[in-house]
């Protein structure tokens, strides 16, 4: 009796297809969930003055951030819904919560260490007395940015720069910038 090694092949690539599959399905439903999803869902919060949308996206963030059982990120969401509630946020408030995710769970961010220096910069540029602070952020994320060797991100890096915090999409382009890093 001759062996179908085609027929072999073919039911083993079959199962681990079904077994990646079957991962993908648990990991899904019961999984922790994205950090970078709640990155991103908080950027869109900022953007949006569309009150369903706004609610929406408050909903799966709070269940999100519940999942996590992160003081840390608990915390910050805490800080972030009270001054949505209260109509008195800054995007210093949507970049803090972002920083915060960054650091308690660098692991699960992608370029954690890029976007922290990036949020840095934003919150000290034009700040003359951190201007150490803001010089090691840019500095750095400068670094970063070219050992990506990415031209998407290198280019929208360089629309921040030629604004030098004086054009009006400033801190939008920080905004873009995260969204981008999350999802290169």
């Known amino acids: 009796m001759a062996v179908n090694w ?8 079959a199962l681990i297809v079904l077994a990646a599959l079957g991962i993908g399905v648990k990991q899904m439903f019961f999984g922790s969930p994205s950090v970078s999803l709640l990155m991103l869902d908080s950027i869109t919060l900022y953007g949006t003055n569309d009150t369903v949308k706004m609610a929406e996206l408050i909903t799966d963030m709070d269940e999100s951030v ?7 990120i608990s915390a910050q969401w805490s800080t972030l819904t009270d001054c949505i509630a209260g109509g008195v946020c800054t995007q210093d408030d949507y970049f803090d919560f972002l920083l ?28 003359k007395e951190k201007i150490i602070e803001f010089s090691k952020s840019l500095s750095s994320a400068n670094e970063e940015i070219e050992l990506l060797g990415l031209k998407t991100v290198r280019n929208k890096w360089q629309e921040i720069i030629y604004c030098d915090g004086k054009c009006r999409e400033f801190h939008p382009l920080f905004f873009e ?8």
């Open 6 to 13: 085609k027929r072999i092949v073919t039911w083993v690539i």
């Open 66 to 72: 519940a999942q996590l059982k992160n003081d840390g």
């Open 100 to 127: 915060i995710i960054a650091i308690e769970k660098p692991g699960e961010v992608p370029h954690a260490p890029l976007v922290m220096d990036v949020i840095t910069t934003n919150r000290y540029w034009g700040n």
């Open 177 to 184: 910038f995260v969204r981008l890093l999350l999802t290169v």
